[in-house]
T-cell receptor, first 114, second 111 residues
Framework: GAGVSQSPSNKVTEKGKDVELRCDPI?????LYWYRQSLGQGLEFLIY????????KSGLPSDRFSAERTGGSVSTLTIQRTQQEDSAVYLC????????????FGSGTQLSVL | DAKTTQPTSMDCAEGRAANLPCNHS???????VYWYRQIHSQGPQYIIH???NNETNEMASLIITEDRKSSTLILPHATLRDTAVYYC????????????FGQGTTLQVKP
């Protein structure tokens, strides 16, 4: 597709379960970002990738959160042992290269932890 | 990145120009001013960015003061679809890639 694609669009899980969120960036975009947005709040940076490496993981809230990117394309954000406070919209963005701050965002994954 | 300050909310009549201010008094020489907006239930959308000259594109105009301590985003003819949260971000090209989004300005365009 032409834009950033995220799946699933909605995910409901039980507390303590693991979840995986997927992001397909725009083809050819080397930089990829993950943010999350809790209800009524601003965007919180989580991690960014340049190619397959993650130079900045400073926003990951705990060691339950991890992310990887393979082939310089698809990225997966994994949350282990989910907690209710993990409920949020998880947004992925890509840009043509690092330090090009024209980011293209997907529509996000709404995660609800019961 | 320099801190930015925006009003929490603004109203604008449909068809009129919407002027959204942003203060960034501590901006440094290599920091650009970026504007994004987020329509309800969507991801943020890039609007425009500039360094020191005024910029215009198909979506908006960006006016940056000569001392670069503030800027204004102008939507020349606001429509109901422009109702959104508008984020002003100061970011240096040499800094790590992450953009820090503040609380933004909620613009309500009214009929």
């Amino acid at each position: 597709g032409a834009g950033v694609s995220q799946s699933p669009s909605n995910k409901v899980t039980e507390k303590g379960k693991d979840v995986e969120l997927r992001c397909d960036p725009i083809s050819g975009h080397t930089a990829l970002y993950w943010y999350r947005q809790s209800l009524g709040q601003g965007l919180e940076f989580l991690i960014y990738f340049q190619g397959n490496s993650a130079p900045d993981k400073s926003g990951l809230p705990s060691d339950r959160f991890s992310a990887e990117r393979t082939g310089g394309s698809v990225s997966t954000l994994t949350i282990q042992r989910t907690q209710q406070e993990d409920s949020a919209v998880y947004l992925c963005a890509s840009s043509p290269r690092h330090n090009n701050e024209k980011l293209f965002f997907g529509s996000g994954t709404q995660l609800s932890v019961l | 990145d320099a801190k930015t300050t925006q009003p929490t909310s603004m109203d604008c009549a449909e068809g009129r120009a919407a002027n959204l201010p942003c203060n960034h008094s501590t901006i440094s020489g290599n920091e650009y001013v970026y504007w994004y907006r987020q329509i309800h239930s969507q991801g943020p959308q890039y609007i425009i960015h500039g360094l020191k000259n005024n910029e215009t594109n198909e979506m908006a105009s960006l006016i940056i003061t000569e001392d670069r301590k503030s800027s204004t985003l102008i939507l020349p003819h606001a429509t109901l679809r422009d109702t959104a949260v508008y984020y002003c971000i100061a970011h240096g090209s040499g800094n790590t890639g992450k953009l820090i989004f503040g609380q933004g300005t909620t613009l309500q365009v009214k009929p």
